[in-house]
T-cell receptor
């Protein structure tokens, strides 16, 4: 089955860029998602990328996908204190329904 | 923006009791899901539901669990006899119909119900 891995923790200064990395094992994953979880809250969909794309940009968010290395990253430009949260990447196959989540990366933004 | 709503936000129950977790998915969505997150662990898939039946379930989703869509708006998860290890955050999610054969519409999650079994 799919396995999705993320680094546990990232500390970044306000105004800098954050880069959160994710690796996955199943090359048949067709959609890869980034979700944000603030303390006590649910999973907020941030963005997603289809596997035939290399990059997707959405305002301050840039998703990069390297299919050869099965590596996904989320770059947050001009990181703000409100970006402090846990970020999850998740993958899904076209034929299947379920998302497989990584363990989450806790991002701490320091003023 | 429409959202998935879950009630209650926190449920405390005694071991062996039945609990029902409630969800109202986004109104035009067709696919419904339950996931759970044990404290400090990954978000895990439990079950998916489409066209009034379970389409996929995980090993976690044993005979103690059931799901139901009793009317046109609610989607419930029932745990018949709760165990201590059922303590977790339970997330409901829904998604719209896929557009064509290649588009997989994203899952939208609720804020979760924190279940504490004592």
């Amino acid at each position: 089955g799919e396995d999705v891995e993320q680094s546990l923790f990232l500390s970044v200064r306000e105004g800098d860029s954050s880069v959160i990395n994710c690796t996955y094992t199943d090359s048949s994953s067709t959609y890869l998602y980034w979700y944000k979880q603030e303390p006590g809250a649910g999973l907020q969909l941030l963005t997603y990328i289809f596997s035939n794309m290399d990059m997707k940009q959405d305002q301050r968010l840039t998703v990069l996908l390297n299919k050869k290395d099965k590596h996904l990253s989320l770059r947050i430009a001009d990181t703000q204190t409100g970006d402090s949260a846990i970020y999850f990447c998740a993958g899904v196959k076209a034929a299947g329904n379920k998302l497989t989540f990584g363990g989450g990366t806790r991002v701490l933004v320091k003023p | 923006e429409p959202e998935v709503t879950q009630t209650p936000s926190h449920q405390v129950t005694q071991m062996g009791q039945e609990v029902i977790l409630r969800c109202v998915p986004i109104s035009n969505h067709l696919y419904f899901y339950w996931y759970r997150q044990i404290l400090g662990q990954k978000v895990e898939f439990l079950v998916s539901f489409y066209n009034n039946e379970i389409s996929e379930k995980s090993e976690i989703f044993d005979d103690q669990f059931s799901v139901e869509r009793p009317d046109g708006s609610n989607f419930t998860l029932k745990i018949r006899s709760t165990k201590l290890e059922d303590s977790a955050m339970y997330f409901c999610a829904s998604r719209a119909r896929d557009r064509g054969s290649s588009y997989n519409s994203p899952l939208h999650f609720g804020n979760g119900t924190r279940l504490t079994v004592t």
